[in-house]
């Protein structure tokens, strides 16, 4: 249950408002958040994606200010003519969609990390599956990582063994992993120790890559459409990752000094190479700025 506050019952309509009631069945909550977490920008993406191409709607918010430290995450406001139009600030929404494709129906909550208060958001969480009957929570993330921006490498994290196999059949490697965490960390924590059903989804984005990986968005969009039973249509994924690499190729016909960090990339990857040897790491957005000098 969700903690108490001192000389109060914590309650969920405390921290978390209802824009609609909807039935659901079957459902699965797919979380992602931005910043720490969210390397390649694959976990948001790839959320608002699905969210956009299945018009799901806004299901529920959850109170901000408990979460946030606004000084760090600044709301942005217009003004016209002298008069405040609207303030944007940072938010916390459920969107649901209803799945009349046969699989589950799906939850979505998008979010920048909370900054405060894991525990407790946590705890609103897993009272909300509740509520809602949830069967899975997926989390999505990002890693920045050794990898090819010609891959698109996921791996994983589960809570219960009978998705260990679930996960290897469409091609997620187990993650091995000491260091810094999230506040994903502190699901996967109370997923563990409730027996809940869970699973993480993690995608690799190269170090010399900033900006969205298209390529890894659409692979995390492929494996949720498998697992869940419903279609996608990813066109603009698609053309966006066309006209990346059409980038890349050029970048790379006019650099040689990123032509030879990507080859001791491969080096690396092929156990050639120790991560010593590979003294800086290159963003490839300073090439791209570049390719048009003024």
Known sequence: MVR?????????????TFQQERKLKNVVLIVGFGDWSNAGNVALKSIEYVIKKKRATLF???????????????PIISIKEGRLQRIDSKQISLYAWTNDEGGNDLIFLKAQEPDYRWHT?????????????????????GMYDDVLHTEAIISGV??????????????????DYE?????????????QR?????????GHSPLYLRGTNFRVSNRLISIMSSLFSFSVETLELEKSLKEFEHQMEEALDKNA???DYIEKIKKLRSGKLQKKDIPKVINIQDFLRHKNPD
């Open 257 to 259: 000094e990123l032509q």
């Open 158 to 175: 589960y809570s219960l063994e009978k998705w260990k196999d679930t996960l290897f059949e469409h091609g997620v490697h187990l993650i």
């Open 121 to 141: 958001f946590v705890d609103i969480l897993f009272e909300l599956c509740r509520q809602w009957e949830v069967s899975l929570i997926v989390s999505l993330g």
């Open 4 to 16: 108490k506050r001192k000389g109060s019952q914590f309650m969920i309509e405390d921290f978390v």
């Open 60 to 74: 529920a918010e959850i109170e901000t200010d408990p979460f946030y430290h606004f000084t760090q995450n600044r």
């Open 194 to 202: 409730d027996q809940y059903p869970h699973i993480g989804l993690w």
């Open 179 to 191: 260091g810094p965490s999230g506040v994903h960390s502190f699901i996967m924590e109370r997923a």
